[in-house]
């Protein structure tokens, strides 16, 4: 195994799209960000100066960090911001991922352009669990504001309301043939009749599930989030923000024609700002270029924008690869099951009028409790037993048991704030349901958990029944994820170990039900011996002082 330095210099850099420019974040000036290389085993070092206004901090989506939450990254959770003229140098120990994984800005919506790839390929002399591929692309999906987006963030927060649609979906940075401005710039993927072509997928985009198809062409998946899975072949996916998908696509359909990859948002609820604009990219044949040029690209056929089925099809038809080399260690008992519920939620107005609904303010919660970030980082403050920073009563229920999902909430859609972490015992065994609610309607929640990856074992619509449920549980070949897409007025059941000591946080990778408090964070013990115990903090972490945004 290796050890690799990559550095990264953050700075505001005029980007153009939709005939707009404007100055956005960016790692070495580049959108999106430059891709990490790695095999397996590898140790990468990043030092990170931020040259930018802001104050940033970035995560390392899907890498363990193990015994090491000192390099995960989000705000408040594990480190404070790195301030603008400061910077700061992150461990990342890839000993347990292989395939895909990601990284982005862990705070004030800055990952809607800090992100890129992370690259584990197996470990040298070893090779992929299905064929090699004749070659290899990133493909990465997101989202383009055409504003500032830390002022679509504050003009958010300051009014209680919504947050405002981006400008476009994108893929790899550009929104693609079917909005303005843009036909010049689609990104393209050159293929030759016959080879078969890997592509890695991160949905880095803030809002929402994508389907995505490639016209007459299926995408076998054979890896998501850092591991292999069982081949599923399908001619449209999904893919929630935070998730990443590896995928087999042959080139074997007609050269002569040019073929779009299309990807448009999945709304469960039917509401009547339906969002159907599409991002595309191109599948273009080599060598017939010449007879292409005039004809337009087939376009693909995709779900309907409402359509659950298809949602619920795909994710949860993902299953663990059973094949000796990459075990699969579900926890068959469990010492402790925690019922989360995922709601929308109202806060009380502190100001004049709030554009929640009915003057209210919009947040979110988990068991009832809206997660608001201390002032300083968790981490260090349990490593320093600096007490007033978090509580420890998260509970494991919800306070109040009601029907979760009656189309008729009759339920407060009031909340609470709070600092409450949930604390676990070394390798303790741990069941997490989490309960959708339809709380102001509720929606997908794609939940998120770092330093870890976990087992999905079940899945329903409506209601978890503990007594029923769990004997339908797949303990077999259940998918190893780090990111679910609960369905809307669903509930899914994840298992892991609870064998990675730290403060680890956990939520929803919407960016704005993140913001708004779904989030909770594990606070897991130090298990009975140096070895299964956190590592010290590095020489230097950057100083917890009073947020400092954008006043430069
Ligand atoms: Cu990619 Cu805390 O998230
Ligand atoms: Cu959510």
New binding site residues.
């Given amino acids: 195994s290796i050890s690799r330095n990559y550095t990264f210099i953050v700075e505001d850099v005029p980007y153009t799209r939709l005939c707009h420019t404007k100055n956005i974040m960016t790692v070495n000036g580049q959108f999106p960000g430059p891709t990490l290389y790695a095999y397996k085993g590898d140790t990468i070092q990043v030092t990170v100066y931020n040259r930018a206004r802001n104050n940033m901090t970035i995560?390392w989506?899907g890498v363990k960090q193990p015994r090491n939450p000192w390099s995960d990254g989000?705000e408040y959770i594990t480190q404070c911001p790195i301030m603008p003229g400061d910077e700061f140098t992150y461990t990342l120990i890839l000993s347990i991922e292989e395939g895909t994984l990601w990284w982005?800005a862990?705070n004030d919506f800055l990952r809607a352009t800090v992100y890129g790839a992370i690259v584990i390929y197996p470990v040298p002399g070893t090779t992929y669990p299905y064929p090699t591929p004749d070659e290899e692309h990133v493909v990465i999906l997101g989202e383009w504001w055409n504003e500032d987006v830390i002022e679509v963030l504050e003009r958010a927060l300051d009014t209680g309301g919504g947050f405002e649609n981006s400008d476009a979906y994108t893929i790899n940075g550009q929104p693609g043939d079917l909005y303005n401005c843009s036909s010049n710039d689609t990104y393209k993927i050159q293929v030759e009749y016959g080879r078969t072509y890997l592509l890695r997928m991160i949905n880095a985009d803030m809002s929402v599930g994508l389907f995505l198809s490639v016209a007459n062409h299926n995408l076998t998946l054979v890896g998501s989030d850092g591991i292999y899975t069982e081949p599923l072949t399908s001619d449209y996916i999904v893919i929630y923000p935070?998730e990443t998908m590896d995928f087999l696509l042959e080139a074997n359909q007609s050269p002569e024609n040019r073929y779009y990859m299309a990807a448009r948002p999945f709304e469960p609820l039917d509401i009547n700002l339906i969002d159907n604009r599409t991002t595309t990219a191109i599948i273009e044949y080599i060598n017939s270029f010449e007879n292409q040029s005039s004809t337009s690209p087939i376009f693909p056929l995709l779900p309907n924008y409402n359509d659950t089925n298809a949602s619920t099809n795909f994710t949860f038809s993902i299953r663990g690869l059973l094949d000796g080399g990459h075990p699969i260690e579900v926890p068959t008992e469990i010492d402790r099951r925690i019922l989360m519920t995922l709601s929308l939620n109202e806060l009380p107005c502190e100001q004049q009028v709030c554009e929640g609904p009915n003057g209210t303010r919009l947040a979110t919660s988990t068991n009832n409790i809206s997660f608001e970030d201390p002032s300083i980082s968790i981490l260090e403050a349990y490593w320093k037993r600096i007490g007033g920073v978090y509580g420890t009563q998260f509970p494991d229920n919800p306070p109040v048991f009601f029907d979760f999902t009656a189309e008729n909430q009759t339920e407060s859609p009031f909340t609470r704030r709070g600092t409450e972490v949930k604390v676990l015992n070394y390798d303790e065994r741990v069941e997490v349901v989490y309960q959708g609610t339809s709380l102001l309607g509720g929606e997908a929640h794609p939940m998120?958990i770092?330093g870890y990856s976990f087992y999905v074992i079940g899945w329903g619509l409506g209601n978890f029944n503990a007594t029923r449920d769990p004997l339908r549980y797949n303990l077999m070949n259940p998918p190893l994820k780090n990111t679910i897409g609960v369905p809307r007025n669903g509930w899914v059941a994840i298992r892991f170990a609870a064998h990675n000591p730290g403060v680890w946080?956990l939520?929803c990778?919407l960016e704005r039900h993140m913001i708004w408090g779904m989030d909770t964070v594990f606070l897991v013990k130090n298990g009975p011996s140096p070895s299964t115990s956190l590592l010290p903090p590095p020489q230097y972490m950057p100083p917890c002082v009073a947020p400092l945004r954008g006043v430069f």
């Fill in positions: 995560h989506h989000p982005h862990h935070g998120h770092h946080f939520h990778h």
